[in-house]
């Protein structure tokens, strides 16, 4: 696997926790996802494809979405956490950090063991 | 930034192409919905555009940053289809994916004739296990040089063709046909769960 590969593979598997976390602290319209997502994170590649993951997310009931009219010239489509979604959030949350503090020892045991075969 | 014509002649001609795109595979009430949450993040962005150097840079930059119509339909198709189809692992949703990467892709155009190949070759073979009872003299094994070349059916059997076989051969031909009818689905299902796995997003 290529580089390349693997850090487009590492990106599409966290978009979904990341997405999450966006809404979790209240509602939010498309665009204002993406321009978080793209305040903390490289995850946006191209903005058209975030819509999508946004419906599959709200298909299998972890978000809920809602036209609000009236707001701004233009209608904007809200999204927010359901109760499902706030479970499941908790759980990615506890994997994410666990996943990631079990690599962090790999990294920092094979840092150590390098330093000490130097 | 305020559009002129030709600047809403250029969004709508996007929301033209992707409307089109979506409509290949994806119900109506849903091609609605989308079309219109990418326009509204279309005007969103126009709406909070300063309109340097120009509207028609602009614009271009913002489509751009959107991406092409074809690719954020692809984003649904991948979304959708082809999750409903890795996920269920049913005939039509499958089918339906097939048909849509067939119709997008080289490589999904390559894949389907393959998979179509598995999906003949597994149907004919179960038509011939049905057909023998009832036409014992037209379903059999078809032989050339006497190597058997696999099952078949004719109607009526022309004199060069060698078929064999008892009604041994339903049993056979209904195990083959339904062995190359289950592979043919599996491969399917993994290639469209790799497909979705590279080209989401």
Redesign the interface.
């Known amino acids: 696997m290529s580089h390349e590969t693997w850090q487009e ?1 590492l990106r ?1 598997g966290s ?1 979904d926790l990341a997405i999450l976390l966006t809404v979790s602290s209240g509602p939010r ?3 204002a996802i ?1 321009q978080h997502l793209e305040a903390f994170t490289d995850l946006v ?9 946004l ?2 997310l709200t ?1 299998e009931g972890l978000l809920d979405a809602q ?1 609000v009219e009236g707001e ?6 809200y999204y927010r956490l359901t109760k499902l979604g706030a479970k499941r959030l908790d759980h990615m949350t506890r994997e994410w950090r666990a996943f990631a503090e079990k690599i962090n020892r790999l990294i920092d045991a094979a840092q150590g063991h390098d330093h000490a075969a130097h | 930034m305020q559009l002129t014509d030709t600047g809403e002649s250029r969004v709508n001609g996007y929301l033209f192409v992707l409307e089109r795109s979506l409509k290949t595979f994806l119900p109506a009430d849903v091609v609605h919905d989308a079309v219109r949450e990418i326009e509204s993040h279309l005007r969103e962005r126009i709406a909070a555009a300063d309109g340097a150097p120009n509207e028609r840079e602009v614009l271009e930059r913002i489509l751009a940053e959107l991406g092409p119509p074809l690719r954020v339909a692809q984003a649904y198709s991948a979304e959708r289809t082809i999750d409903e189809a890795v996920t269920t692992g049913r005939f039509v949703p499958m089918v339906r994916a097939i048909w849509h990467l067939a119709v997008s892709t080289v490589v999904g155009f390559v894949a389907a004739l393959g998979l179509l190949f598995g999906y003949f070759i597994g149907i004919a073979s179960v038509a011939v296990a049905v057909i023998k009872p009832f036409f014992p003299e037209n379903a059999g094994i078809q032989f050339v040089h006497g190597v058997p070349v696999g099952f078949a059916a004719q109607f009526p059997v022309s004199p060069d063709t060698d078929l064999r076989g008892g009604y041994a051969v339903i049993p056979l031909a209904l195990a083959f046909g339904l062995g190359v009818l289950v592979i043919t689905q599996r491969l399917a299902r993994k290639y469209l769960a790799w497909w979705r796995g590279h080209h989401v997003s």
Do not use: D, M, N, S
Not at chain 1, 72 to 77: E, F, Q, S
């Open positions: 593979q599409r978009l319209y498309g665009l993406i590649v191209a903005e058209g494809t975030i819509y999508p993951i419906g599959r298909r036209w701004a010239p233009h209608p904007r489509k």
